[in-house]
């Protein structure tokens, strides 16, 4: 981890429509993670951890307020921009896995490969490697179901690294995971934060945040202090 500031984040606001009204989620929030920083958030259910964790990822859209990836005022961009900048920059592992069913491990982990146009081969290549770095170079042919659910989230984790993003955002990554699973998933996102990956994972188990660089705890929609 390093000085450098990566994610900067300045009075952030995003509510949702409430009936006749708007429940405000995030209440002005400021946030500044450090690169290769492996940050965990937590807070009780409803106090806007996923939201924020959605806002960061540019997978939703605040209110107001700014958001800077390094350096980048990524609120300004197109949709177009955005998109090709979650695609190249930023790195995903949602707690129900989002693999297709229909594609084995390595065909799961190409996809943002092809996406970008990388040739077949290439992909795979690449495929191969993410899920070498996860410890599962001996099931590049095996569908999703015929994974446990420890190996099915280590996928994802290849999945979101395989394009070498400056930020793995990782919502719930244990949830469904029995206790000794999800230390193996946690155990991965260490050896990948110690090679320098930056890493904001949301989480409700205090051990697993624990085990992080930093803890911020969320309330009433913004940073407790």
């Known amino acids: 981890m390093n000085e450098k500031i990566i994610i900067d984040v300045k009075d952030l606001v995003k509510s949702f429509p409430s009936g006749d009204t708007r429940l405000v989620v995030l209440k002005g929030l400021d946030l500044k993670v450090k690169n290769g920083e492996f940050l965990s958030i937590i807070g009780r259910s409803g106090s806007g951890k996923s939201t924020l964790l959605y806002q960061l990822g540019l997978l939703d859209q605040p209110d107001s307020g700014l958001i800077l990836i390094d350096g980048v005022d990524v609120l300004k961009l197109s949709q177009k921009q955005k998109t090709d900048f979650r695609l190249h920059e930023l790195g995903y592992v949602f707690q129900d896995y989002a693999l297709v069913p229909d594609l084995n491990a390595w065909e799961n982990v190409a996809v943002p490969f092809l996406m970008q146009g990388l040739s077949k081969k290439e992909a795979k290549e690449k495929a191969a490697q993410a899920l070498a770095k996860v410890g599962l170079e001996g099931r590049l042919d095996n569908l999703p179901g015929k994974l446990s659910g420890g190996e099915q989230q280590r996928v994802s984790i290849a999945r979101a690294i395989a394009h070498d993003p400056k930020i793995l955002f990782a919502d719930e990554p244990t949830a469904n995971l029995d206790a000794?699973?999800?230390?193996?998933?946690?155990?991965?996102?260490?050896?990948?934060?110690?090679?320098?990956?930056?890493?904001?994972?949301?989480?409700?188990?205090?051990?697993?945040?624990?085990?992080?660089?930093?803890?911020?705890?969320?309330?009433?929609?913004?940073?407790?202090t």
């Open 180 to 224: 000794e699973t999800a230390k193996t998933v946690l155990d991965t996102f260490i050896e990948l934060n110690k090679s320098g990956q930056t890493i904001v994972m949301v989480t409700h188990e205090p051990e697993y945040a624990a085990l992080t660089h930093r803890i911020i705890t969320l309330t009433e929609g913004n940073i407790k």
